[in-house]
């Protein structure tokens, strides 16, 4: 798949003529710069200077094109516009599997911010490295956008080199380069918070399902949250069971399937930590299927809280996928305006959301009643947590009972105050 959208000279054949265009739903009749030359008789190449404010132009000339431009209601094109001066007023957006949830949100928040700057956007969607390489390499070479806003994909280094030497600016969402600057929240983090989660409400036989590390796109943060659910174990002294550990494709009936294998075995865990909501929705199908009450028998918590989890009243780890989106674009408006972007590593806040799939650890000496699941049915599970993490070096030291901290100050325009790491308490 390629980038979508338009990315052509200064006249497109649109350019040449009346086009039919179509505005919620209804067709309509859009002139163009070759019919404002025809009623102004003059060139096409005279409306363009008059367009881009040129001196070359003389005043009653001048006067005659703005009356045509008045008269037909001529829109000019950004992007023809931009060429003109050198640039294309276009952002090119780089997004691995575009239908997922988490990356529609992110690229909804980017796409809002840059229309507000003025800026048109291309969206480039990357389902394996050879896509990822074609768009980068035609991105650098054609100068087909001012800029790069990378979500939540990889970049090797000598794409990150290509880039520097056509001094293309980029920033990234969700992922990180060296000297690049980059908006992200901290996974291994969220792999704590939704662990503790769980540990305080007495379970200790808790199963995790991620994403396996057979994509070509580099993608990590299955691996940060797996490192997280780790910890948060070791700390309490729970020893990990890797058969509890179940790592797949991304997605729904992947997901199903590695939860039902957990759920069959005859030490079945009383808790699953999924990497991602889509997978806990998998989570929630299979213990559906084993008849398996939720949140009696089994709590589920997730990551990302889209907009199915609060349907299905699903605890989760929310992070702000809209925002983040938003933050990155702003932060690559201002390269391009050559205002600072401080810090460097933009990380954004994250929050434990306790919603009706989760709650006390099931007592293993009472029989299990052969039921479906009972979202929504019971009370809501504590919000405190208690759970005291050490964490390995001071990055990840627990936030509780302490406030939040502040990093360097924001980035400009961002709004007032400065970044902050901060996290819903145990």
Do not use: W
Request: glycine residues 10%.
């Amino acid at each position: 798949m390629g980038c979508g959208g338009t990315l052509q000279g200064p006249l497109t054949e649109a350019d040449r003529g009346v086009v039919d265009v179509h505005e919620r739903g209804q067709r309509v009749e859009r002139a163009t710069i070759a019919a404002v030359a025809a009623a102004a008789g003059v060139g096409v190449g005279t409306v363009s200077r008059v367009l881009n404010d040129s001196p070359a132009v003389s005043p009653a000339t001048r006067e005659r094109v703005r009356a045509a431009i008045t008269a037909l209601g001529y829109r000019p094109s950004r992007l023809a516009a931009g060429l003109s001066r050198g640039n294309t007023r276009t952002i090119a957006i780089l997004v691995p599997f575009l239908t997922r949830p988490s990356v529609v949100a992110r690229l909804a928040g980017a796409i809002a911010e840059l229309d507000a700057a003025g800026y048109d956007t291309v969206v480039c969607n990357v389902e394996n490295a050879s896509q990822r390489d074609h768009h980068l390499i035609a991105l650098t070479e054609r100068h087909r956008a001012d800029g790069i806003l990378c979500i939540s994909l990889a970049l090797p280094r000598v794409h990150l080199e290509r880039l520097d030497r056509a001094e293309v600016p980029i920033v990234t969402v969700d992922t990180r380069a060296p000297r690049i600057p980059s908006t992200e929240i901290d996974d291994f983090a969220g792999g704590v918070l939704a662990t503790a989660h769980l540990l305080h409400l007495g379970h200790q036989r808790i199963g995790f399902i991620g994403d396996d590390r057979g994509s070509q796109l580099g993608f990590t943060s299955t691996r940060r949250r797996l490192r997280g659910y780790r910890q948060a174990l070791a700390t309490q002294g729970i020893s990990l069971d890797p058969e509890l550990v179940r790592l797949g494709p991304h997605g729904t009936e992947a997901a199903e399937s590695q939860a039902s294998a957990l759920l069959g075995r005859a030490t079945s865990p009383t808790a699953i930590f999924a990497a991602s909501d889509t997978q806990a929705l998998g989570v929630l199908a299979a213990a559906e299927q084993a008849r398996r009450a939720v949140p009696e028998e089994l709590s589920v918590v997730g990551y990302d809280d889209i907009e199915a989890a609060a349907q299905l009243r699903l605890t989760t780890v929310r992070q702000p996928l809209h925002e983040s989106g938003a933050r990155g674009a702003r932060r690559l408006v201002n390269i391009l305006h050559n205002q600072p972007v401080r810090p460097l590593r933009e990380i954004l806040a994250l929050e434990l959301v306790p919603r009706s799939s989760t709650g006390p650890a099931p007592d293993r000496t009472r029989s299990v009643r052969p039921t479906g699941p009972s979202l929504g049915m019971t009370k809501p599970p504590l919000r405190g947590h208690d759970v005291d993490l050490a964490r390995s070096g001071p990055e990840h030291r627990p936030a509780r009972n302490r406030p939040a901290l502040a990093t360097e100050p924001a980035l400009s325009g961002a709004g007032p105050g400065a970044v902050s790491r901060r996290f819903a308490p145990y």
